[in-house]
Nanobody
Framework: QVHLVESGGGLVQSGGSLRLSCAASGSMFSMYAMGWYRQVPGKQRELVAA???????NYADSVKGRFTISRDHDKNTVTLQMDSLKTEDTAVYYCTSTVTLARDSNPVLYWGQGTQVTVSS
């Protein structure tokens, strides 16, 4: 089993910054992409940013130029630096990681429990 634990959410004023972190733990064979999704009540969960094991990044158009995703392979962590925050960034943010548990097993997507980010005007 793999556990993802997020930290760093909170309340910030519009234009401010927050840094989300996520640590993966448990028994795993390989870790592939890691990423962040967010969800607002009544709406579908959406991809915010993702990073492959090779460091290739992908961002939602709405956060390009404002958010930066990075990862530490040694510590199995992924970080989302969020700058120039807007009220529309308010959501619950979820960390994800695609992992194989054994050499010949299929990749499995794991989710964190979520952390609230609230941006006030």
């Amino acid at each position: 089993q793999v556990h993802l634990v997020e930290s760093g959410g909170g309340l910030v004023q519009s234009g401010g910054s927050l840094r989300l972190s996520c640590a993966a733990s448990g028994s795993m064979f390989s870790m592939y992409a890691m990423g962040w999704y967010r969800q607002v009540p009544g709406k579908q969960r959406e991809l915010v940013a993702a990073i492959t094991s090779g460091g290739i990044t992908n961002y939602a158009d709405s956060v390009k130029g404002r958010f930066t995703i990075s990862r530490d392979h040694d510590k199995n962590t992924v970080t989302l630096q969020m700058d120039s925050l807007k009220t529309e960034d308010t959501a619950v943010y979820y960390c994800t990681s695609t992992v194989t548990l054994a050499r010949d097993s299929n990749p499995v997507l794991y989710w964190g429990q979520g952390t609230q980010v609230t941006v006030s005007s």
